[in-house]
Nanobody, 115 residues
Framework: QVQVVESGGGLVQTGDSLRLSCVAS????????IDWYRQAPGKEREWVGG???????NYAESLQGRFTISRDNRKNTAYLQLNDLKPDDTGVYYC?????????WGQGTQVTVSS
C-alpha cells in the first residue's frame, strides 16, 4: 500500500510562488515514480509533470518553464515548485506515487491565485 500526503498549498497573488510537497511511504521512496496533477474548478484533472526514480523530469508543455519538479529521497519527499502563478493555476494539486502495479494518491492541496 502506498500512502501519499501533499501539503504547501495556499492563497497567493498573481506572480507569487509556492512550493508543494509530496510525502510517500509504504515502499522505498527512491523507487517511486512521482507525478503531479491538478484539477481546476469545473474541469477535468490534468497532468502537470513527473519525475522518475532515475530523476528524469517531464512536464506538460504549457507549464514548462514556470513549474519545476524535484525530489529528496532522504526525506521521502517530492516537490512541485510553482513560479509566476496566475489565476488559471487555481485548483487542487495532487501527487501520485507509483511503483510497478502499486500506486497511491494524496488527498490534494488547494492552490488559489488571486488577481
Amino acid at each position: 500500500q502506498v500512502q501519499v500526503v501533499e501539503s504547501g498549498g495556499g492563497l497567493v497573488q498573481t506572480g507569487d510562488s509556492l512550493r508543494l510537497s509530496c510525502v510517500a511511504s509504504g515502499r522505498i521512496f527512491s523507487s517511486y515514480e512521482i507525478d503531479w496533477y491538478r484539477q481546476a474548478p469545473g474541469k477535468e484533472r490534468e497532468w502537470v509533470g513527473g519525475i522518475t526514480s532515475g530523476n528524469r523530469r517531464n512536464y506538460a508543455e504549457s507549464l514548462q518553464g514556470r513549474f519545476t519538479i524535484s525530489r529528496d529521497n532522504r526525506k521521502n519527499t517530492a516537490y512541485l515548485q510553482l513560479n509566476d502563478l496566475k489565476p488559471d493555476d487555481t485548483g487542487v494539486y495532487y501527487c501520485r506515487a507509483r511503483f510497478r502495479s502499486y500506486e497511491g494518491w494524496g488527498q490534494g492541496t488547494q492552490v488559489t491565485v488571486s488577481s
